[in-house]
């Protein structure tokens, strides 16, 4: 089945981000535990703020879940995470722009059903891994994308070390712009596809370290902030997905070897705008 019947059987279109606006944003440190890390609570903060100076949202309806917080239901556990991505997706309609951020430590696990081209599944960990395990992509994207209808918009940025889940898309694309493979069997493709208007951004490519950076005084991943992701945003909110996975590549070259990648649940026209119709 060629990309274009598959979004055609899914009656997929694009998202006009004129509806409701809703975010999660996870930023865990891991502080007190081996491998901890140092910004990924301010990955999270970064992010929140953009989302409300430039994009429009509002505070109500971004929850944030960071491992410095006082208040065990704004902790990154297993629950906490899960709990807030449903949240996240109930009631979603067409139109809507919904966001995912998630800074922290990533893996992979054998693949159990079959579905993952390279054998294995992608995971995130939790502040309670070590108690109540990590979060399978297979489990993020039944939760996160499955629910959502056509013409909404899930957008989803991982900033994480290591493997990073992509939320389970079928669609992963070069820095050039077209596609470069494949990330389910042929035979689970038309079931990792969806009619929502779903993009996912990896700070790393698998089995490459997403590293820390220090900027004027404060700990932050490589991708957030100035140094790439928002960076390339101020610059032009116009840009299409592939400019902007290409400038924020050239953010990031020749400094850091990490490569962000792109992916997504249904195949990406490259005159698509990424950000002119407003998240």
Known sequence: MEPSQLSQNHCFSYSKCTGRK???CIGINYR???????????????????????????????????????NP?????????????????????????????YSGHGGQTRDKDGDKVDGYDKVIFPVDFKLHGEIIDDEMQSIM????PSRCRLMVIYILCLFSPALD?????????????????????????????????????DGQKSVDTFLEGVHMGAMSYRQAFISSLRKNLGQSYQQLLRS???????KYSQKPQLSSSHHIVSTSDAMSEAM
């Open 22 to 24: 809703k975010a999660l």
């Open 73 to 101: 239901r704004s902790q990154p556990t297993r629950k906490n995470m899960l709990d807030g991505m449903r949240w996240l997706v109930k009631d979603a309609q067409p139109h809507d722009s919904l966001f995912f951020h």
């Open 32 to 70: 007190g535990q081996s491998r901890e890390l140092k910004g990924c609570i301010n990955d999270a903060r970064h992010i929140w703020d953009f989302l409300i100076y430039h994009w429009g949202y509002k505070s109500e309806d971004i929850v944030m879940l960071t491992d410095d917080s006082t």
């Open 248 to 254: 924020v590549r050239k953010i990031l070259h020749p």
């Open 145 to 148: 994308v499955k629910p959502l």
């Open 169 to 205: 898309l079928p669609y992963r694309y070069g820095s050039d712009g077209q596609l470069k493979r494949e990330m389910v069997s042929r035979n689970s493709r038309a079931l990792k596809s969806s009619p929502a208007d779903v993009i996912s951004w990896s700070a790393c490519q």
